[in-house]
Nanobody, 124 residues
Framework: QVQLVESGGGSVQAGDSLRLSCAAS????????MGWFRQAPGKEREFVAT????????RYADSVKGRFTISRDNAKKAAYLQMNSLKPEDTAVYYC?????????????????WGQGTQVTVSS
């Protein structure tokens, strides 16, 4: 069993930065890919970024490429999402997730464990 707890959300102005953190419990953290997803009101949950078990491979949604950076620290069992140049359209609840696979993947159905989410609100 894996438990995930996100933190770091908040309300910011357009152009500001935030860093989300995801603390994980359970074994084999370094053996599975981690992902960040987001869900805005009235919309489906969408992929944001993913990182492989070792951290040597990443993938991003086109909408955040060049602005967001995903990273992980396996010794601390933590994953992070650095978000720069935030836009109002980035407003959503952000979720951390642990995959059943080692390699990067962007499909919601490939993730078995989810955090409770953290709200990010960007005003113009």
């Amino acid at each position: 069993q894996v438990q995930l707890v996100e933190s770091g959300g908040g309300s910011v102005q357009a152009g500001d930065s935030l860093r989300l953190s995801c603390a994980a419990s359970g074994r084999s953290f370094g053996s599975v890919a981690m992902g960040w997803f987001r869900q805005a009101p009235g919309k489906e949950r969408e992929f944001v970024a993913t990182i492989s078990g070792s951290g040597d491979n990443t993938r991003y949604a086109d909408s955040v490429k060049g602005r967001f950076t995903i990273s992980r620290d396996n010794a601390k069992k933590a994953a992070y999402l650095q978000m720069n140049s935030l836009k109002p359209e980035d407003t959503a609840v952000y979720y951390c997730a642990a995959s059943r696979y080692y390699n990067v993947n962007s499909q919601v159905r490939q993730y078995d464990y989810w955090g409770q989410g953290t709200q990010v609100t960007v005003s113009s």
